[in-house]
């Protein structure tokens, strides 16, 4: 069987496994070896080598460098992935984050439910994002542990909320923020596209090729970006008041007191009046509905960091297009759920 290799030479080990008769059944059964791998051929460390190579690297990569087929390496890394996730045990979460991918096109969904506090994905399942799907997360969780949940952050998304709402009834349900800005974001990208239709000739160019200048945060804009969006918002008074609306409703996640920020958004809705955009007063309504969701935040025992399974999906999206996307689904869910885990 091969093991690790001493510099650039491949080092195989030639042993001797005994077969024993079994006295009870009379069988005969092989010697288990516990520093080889679940594949006979390959010891235990090489495979732990080839699932660390694989973290870094594409299979075909790592295929490549120790000279094996591809369908092999693949193999010693999902034995890696599930010994990681068997060191790490049965989780039992306290505050959970729930988001779901596109593994595919077509509109083909799966969940992604996340530990919070210890910052790991915990499940990957499901066959779309419907309530029943979510249902699934609950009962591989168990009632017991499904009821130590304390706090669930999510979109807006209604099946989500209802299946947590059933199953978990006395979590705390938190809406993630930065779905809330987008919603927000899509409000003022609305006002500048019913500006650019009604404005003629010469007015269009400040408007023109700016969505993503007006989109950004002014803290992360280059110094030409800056100009770009301080002539833009000079030229069009409806957008230099969206743009305004926009940056001020962050404040919204400041506060500490529920009361307090209840007051901050009857101000802000309040500005709205007589400013004429419809997008924003769809956007208020939205607020209004899903105010409990959004309140939520302003406890102190809810303060938890909402920007992770923002950032897990931008791993899991590196994760798919450094792998010009992952056919095999089981493959995928092991990538995803030992993302954020130690070494072995």
Known sequence: MRDLSCGDTRVYLEIEIRRVRCRSCGKVKRERLDFLASNPLY????????????QASTVQDVAKEVHLDWHT????????MAAQLRRAGRPAPKAIGIDEISIRKGHTYRIVVSDLIRGRPIWFGGEDRSEASMQQFYDWLGEKKA???????MDMWKPFRNATNNRAPQAAILFDKFHVMRHLNAALDKVRKSEYARRQGKDRRYIKGQKYVLLTRQENLT????KSLKTLLAANRRINTAYLLKESFSQLWNYEREGWARRFFENWKTSLKWQRLKPYEKFAEMIERHWDGIAAYCRPENKVSLGFVE??????????????????????RLKILTSMLPEI
């Open 43 to 54: 010891t235990q460390r090489f495979a732990w080598f080839i699932g660390r190579r694989c």
């Open 73 to 80: 390496v693949k193999e010693l890394d999902k034995q890696y």
């Open 147 to 153: 009821k130590g949940i304390r706090l669930a952050v």
């Open 223 to 226: 110094l030409d970006g800056r």
């Open 311 to 332: 950032g897990l999906n931008n791993k899991i999206r590196v994760i798919q297009r450094r792998a010009y996307g992952l056919r095999d689904e089981e493959y995928l």
